[in-house]
């Protein structure tokens, strides 16, 4: 089948449809746009998510106490300019993931696995996943950025990059290939998971409200209203795997290429719940929230009236 057109998808994921190729740029552009306005969000997040690995090794910074706190707290240490620490990485990161991610989900869509039970789901899992992979490197040099500070209010392991080519370029010298998909074994099941949720909840939460005829069926309010409900259900899934992601890609490691703290997914897991108690899979929520809950509800909108752009435009061309 060509995918030059797509063919009518019945359901709840768009009324204007598109083909996938369009849809991945679309979908790319749509998170990066979110993500020049969530970036501060996240690294108030990462920053607080690290914290918590000192405290339970037996140290006890208090940096950052909360999300208003610590907002101000990363101002004072590394100027305004410090809470867009990382973005050009967080940028290339969605990009990647989620062009791919949209791209791969608009495909099973077009051959018809939406109309399945479960379809949905499935396909933003898979799709998350696929995602993930390719985006990996480019979050890992992201969050050891973001988690880059002054020495005072320093938490987690400091990598001394100065940019994200020099990143990346130190990551391939010191490590080869395999040292740029450090944690990527967190990062799968996280954007899996957020994927799922986020793609379904948002597809059947556009559905009811416009079951519901509070808006009008073509308004951009119910692609926001669907991008709320969604957004809930994101961060409810995705926290615990968010914390781990971000331990599991700032810890330093070995000669060897080896995590010094953590062996993997599940070893991080369990030392997370035994040494800092199950909350600890939570922490940051606050943040997080404020970070997911918006950058899903952006993407999804802009994502959503971008598609209905293209949609119209392949429909008067043709």
Same mark, same amino acid.
């Given at each position: #089948?060509?995918?030059?057109? =797509? ?14 190729a ?5 979908? =790319? ?12 969000? *996240? ?9 918590? *690995? ?9 940096h ?8 101000? &707290?990363?101002?004072?240490a @590394? ?8 973005l050009? =990485?967080?940028l290339?990161?969605q990009?990647? #993931? ?21 379809? /949905? ?8 996943a ?12 992201? /969050?050891? +950025? ?6 005072a #209010? &320093? ?14 370029g ?11 998909? $450090?944690?990527?074994?967190? =990062?799968?099941?996280?954007? !899996? ?5 986020q793609?379904?909840t ?7 409200? $416009? ?6 069926? %073509? ?16 961060? /409810?899934v995705?926290?615990?795997? @968010? ?10 490691? @070995? ?25 600890? +899979? ?17 993407? !999804?909108?802009?994502? %959503? *009236? ?7 435009? $392949?429909?008067?061309?043709?």
């Amino acid at each position: #089948m060509p995918l030059t057109r =797509a063919q009518p998808v019945p359901g709840p994921e768009a009324k204007e449809t598109v083909a996938p190729a369009v849809d991945l740029v679309l979908g =790319a552009s749509a998170c990066c746009l979110a993500c020049v306005f969530t970036n501060p969000l *996240e690294v108030v997040k990462t920053r607080l998510q690290l914290q918590g *690995e000192l405290q339970a090794r037996g140290t006890y910074p208090r940096h950052y106490r909360g999300f208003v706190a610590s907002v101000v &707290a990363v101002a004072r240490a @590394d100027g305004l300019c410090g809470l867009q620490k990382g973005l050009a =990485a967080g940028l290339v990161y969605q990009g990647l #993931m989620n062009g791919v991610r949209f791209y791969c989900y608009s495909l099973a869509c077009q051959a018809g696995l939406a109309q399945q039970p479960g379809g /949905t789901v499935v396909a933003g899992a898979v799709a998350g996943a696929l995602g993930a992979f390719v985006g990996s490197p480019a979050y890992l040099v992201k /969050t050891q +950025l973001q988690a880059q500070t002054v020495a005072a #209010m &320093a938490v987690g392991h400091q990598h001394p990059h100065q940019s994200v080519l020099d990143a990346l370029g130190t990551i391939w010298r010191q490590r080869g290939l395999a040292g740029l998909w $450090q944690g990527v074994g967190g =990062a799968v099941p996280r954007v !899996m998971v957020g994927s799922a949720a986020q793609l379904a909840t948002f597809a059947s939460a556009k559905a009811w409200v $416009q079951e519901q005829q509070w808006l009008p069926e %073509d308004s951009w309010l119910v692609a926001l209203a669907g991008g709320m409900i969604s957004s809930v259900a994101v961060v /409810t899934v995705m926290t615990p795997f @968010d914390v781990v992601s971000t331990r599991l890609y700032n810890q330093p490691v @070995d000669g060897a290429g080896r995590g010094r703290l953590y062996g993997g997914l599940a070893d991080c897991l369990v030392k997370i719940w035994r040494q800092e108690g199950p909350l600890a +899979l939570y922490k940051g929520l606050g943040p997080t929230y404020l970070r997911l809950g918006p950058h899903t509800i952006l993407s !999804m909108l802009f994502w %959503d *009236e971008l598609r209905k752009l293209a949609g119209r435009a $392949q429909h008067q061309g043709s």
